[in-house]
């Protein structure tokens, strides 16, 4: 691909709340871009996009589909590699990455639902990442689709600068096509040809006076980002072009400052051109990324790649798949120069060397060969040997370290087990291919009853999990019942001295050191904040790292139950060494025993999850839907009312107590309730409560004040 041509490539997404056609409009896209010759549908289990068996029988979206397609717009032909993204939170992580790579997305609304909860996470994701969206209006075929009034909302409830280009002819039933306010002409599509032919022609007489005004709202908006139309504007509007609104709109949605609106029904095959034409023409190429930063290994001297074929090649590896007949599948974002087949690439992360034996363009699931991968493009390689999300593979002759992706903890445990014990190598091994692929989902063994312990970020994403093994990797599996991850803290400062002393003939072992042990300082981002405030050389400097390490190490099992303690505060003060018996290792086993008499002495605590809820119910459920939060110890931050008059809760509660909630949610409402749920933070436990739960699994209960 030449540099010329990258003008013409747009690596985009499709994000939104579930359930509001995101998998229906990819599906839409591959058809009338040509790649596929029949319209797959969710509901029946035959989206190109969701090819995992469990994507087919719930009609949700699991992981993140890649494929690359083309559409002609303006005489010129312009290359999309698309990303079709989850909308369940427990799957938060598959937008998250995805969202690091793409140049722009498309944020998909219902027009029923308006901003839903997840669509406000979606649109926080992209506000950190600095992703530019054009907004499809779907569903407008649908009983009480209001398409202004999710404009209304995106203004109000993301602070978005929504600004139609396209708006309905019809509503609901009698919706039949849009009109284009920048061409100012009417746009219907044929239902004979499942929408791939469209009729273009005046605006109906009845509408004239309302696309005129809205006409005028988009050149007003798009007039701010443009020097020189904003002139002609305050002159004389009717002289403002075509090509110079394009200009300005483009200018607005690369700022981030304008979100261009159009709208359509994906189900029923209208409006998907528009928004394809859009995406052509507002969002942005990697050109306009103007290159990537990163550091240089070793050194962190910051280094700057352009988005150029014949630069240096570095490219992110965001996201891993295993395929059962190709083996594992790494999913790259080239941001400079070229990764061909056979030639060598660092691993910038590991230091080490890889081989590209094979590269592919993926097609859904299906792999095509090709020779390179070039800059702008989205790849896929095998057979890396040592490799993780957020790993950069670069050009050895010039290295760099892009930056890397942060995820979510698990806040979900369960104990797994194969029902049969020749299961065992079986069920380790889907287990690591798994955790492979997922930077949310991890595996551990429980040091004291030898229990394999899974965790994640929901009770759907568990589920999927264990359907997993027991399809890809043939391994059936009993369960325990649902853990959640605690953690721990301390309240208090507290100075220890310890000694560490231990003779065994010849060579002994000495250390001794005085610390202080306490809360982090509030600025502190997290980890251990070590602070070395000792005078002189006691203890020897060449120590005070084996001390650091000592403490850092400990962080990992607290004093309460042996759960993680993500921040703490150590001062060291004082310490001294002896001349024969000294080491490293005797100042760090002297500093874990300092740990653990400090930190039983600093008033420990448990923390426990906190999970952000939203629950959208019937105002005449509101009252029992309350009642049955306050019973979970839940906390209610607020109440609105929806467009359709639904009222939305906003609260927040243990998540301990949401296991099953759905369930229940559906009960109390007669199943016209929804609710989402999303990790918020992890909040200390009263001390009854914690003493309860110390109880339950074996924790020190004596410690708890």
């Known amino acids: 691909m030449s540099y010329r041509n990258l003008h013409l490539t747009r690596n985009i997404g499709i994000m939104a709340h ?66 079709d993204t989850p909308g369940h939170v427990d799957f938060t992580a598959e937008v998250e990455r995805s969202l690091r790579v793409l140049d722009g997305a498309i944020a998909v609304f219902c027009a029923v639902g308006g901003v839903q909860p997840q669509s406000e996470t979606v649109w926080h994701q992209a506000d950190k990442y600095g992703v530019p969206r054009v907004a499809y209006i779907n569903k407008m075929d649908r009983t009480g689709a209001d398409f202004f009034g999710v404009v209304s909302q995106m203004k109000e409830m993301l602070n978005a600068n929504a600004c139609p280009v396209a708006i309905p002819i019809g509503v609901e039933d009698s919706f039949k096509g849009v009109i284009d306010l920048i061409n100012m002409r009417s746009v219907v ?25 809205w006409h005028e709202k988009l050149i007003e908006a798009a007039a701010e980002y443009d020097d020189g139309m904003m002139e002609k504007y305050l002159e004389d509007s009717e002289t403002i072009t075509k090509q110079e609104i394009l200009v300005a709109i483009r200018k607005g949605t690369l700022s981030r400052g ?26 942005p190429s990697p050109v306009d990324s103007n290159g990537v930063d990163g550091v240089v290994p070793k050194t962190g001297k910051e280094t700057h790649r352009d988005p150029r074929p014949d630069e240096k090649s570095a490219a992110l590896a965001f996201k891993i798949a295993v395929d059962p007949y190709v083996g594992k599948l790494i999913f790259f974002r080239v941001y400079s120069g070229v990764i061909k087949t056979g030639s060598v690439v660092l691993n910038s992360r590991s230091g080490k060397r890889e081989r590209v034996t094979r590269l592919f363009q993926m097609y859904s699931k299906k792999q095509i060969q090709v020779d390179e991968v070039g800059v702008g493009d989205i790849g896929v390689v095998v057979a890396l040997k040592d490799i ?26 369960i104990a797994v087990e194969p029902k049969t014990e020749k299961d065992m190598a079986k069920l380790a091994d889907g287990l690591e291919h798994l955790a492979e692929e997922d930077p949310t989902f991890s595996v551990t063994t429980d040091d004291e009853t030898g229990q394999t312990l899974i965790s994640g970020m929901g009770e759907l994403h568990l589920d999927i999990i264990l359907d997993r093994l027991r399809r890809e990797f043939g391994v059936e599996c009993n369960q325990g019942r649902p853990q959640v991850t605690y953690k721990e803290a301390v309240r208090q400062t507290v100075r220890v001295d310890e000694e560490y002393k231990k003779q065994s003939g010849g060579k002994g072992h000495y250390a001794r050191i005085s610390v202080e042990v306490g809360p982090s300082d509030a600025d502190w981002k997290g980890g251990l904040q070590f602070v070395d405030d000792t005078k002189g050389d006691a203890p020897p400097k060449m120590y005070i790292p084996a001390i650091e390490k000592g403490f850092a190490s400990c962080l990992k099992t607290g004093v309460l139950m042996g759960a993680q303690m993500d921040s703490l505060k150590v001062v060291l003060l004082d310490g001294q060494d002896h001349p024969v018996d000294s080491d490293e290792l005797s100042f760090e086993i002297c500093a874990s025993y300092a740990f653990r008499n400090a930190c039983m002495k600093a008033s420990p605590i448990l923390l426990e999850p906190i999970m952000s809820l939203e629950v959208v119910t019937p105002e005449e459920n509101m009252g029992d839907v309350i009642a049955d939060l306050n019973r979970r110890r839940g906390q209610v931050d607020g109440m609105e ?10 609260a927040h509660v243990p998540l ?41 699994q074996g924790g020190n209960v004596s410690l708890i004040m």
């Open 641 to 650: 009312t929806s467009h359709s008059g639904a009222k939305i809760i906003k």
């Open 388 to 413: 993780r999300t957020g790993d950069t593979l670069c050009d050895e002759s010039a290295p760099i370290a892009l930056e890397s992706m942060e995820f979510p903890e698990p806040v979900i445990s």
């Open 18 to 83: 579930i359930d509001a056609g995101k998998t229906t409009t990819s599906e839409r896209i591959l058809y009338y871009t040509g790649l596929t010759h029949k319209l797959g549908e969710v509901h029946e289990g035959s989206a190109t996009m969701d090819w995992m068996v469990q994507e087919q029988e719930r009609g949700i979206t699991i992981t993140s589909a890649a494929v690359t397609t083309s559409w002609k717009w303006n005489d010129q032909t312009f290359r999309i590699n698309l990303i």
């Open 656 to 696: 301990a107590e949401m296991f099953g909630y759905v369930t229940a949610l559906r009960t109390i409402t007669s199943g016209r309730a929804t609710s989402s749920m999303s990790y918020e933070r992890h909040s200390p436990m009263t001390d009854q409560m914690a003493k309860s739960v110390l109880e339950l």
């Open 189 to 213: 599509w044929n239902d004979e040809t499942l929408g791939a032919e469209y009729s273009v022609s005046e605006i109906p007489s009845d509408l004239v006076e309302e696309a005129n005004e």
């Open 258 to 283: 304008l979100v261009p609106v159009v709208c359509g029904s994906s189900f029923r095959n209208k409006g998907v051109q528009t928004l394809l034409d859009c995406v052509c023409a507002f969002l």
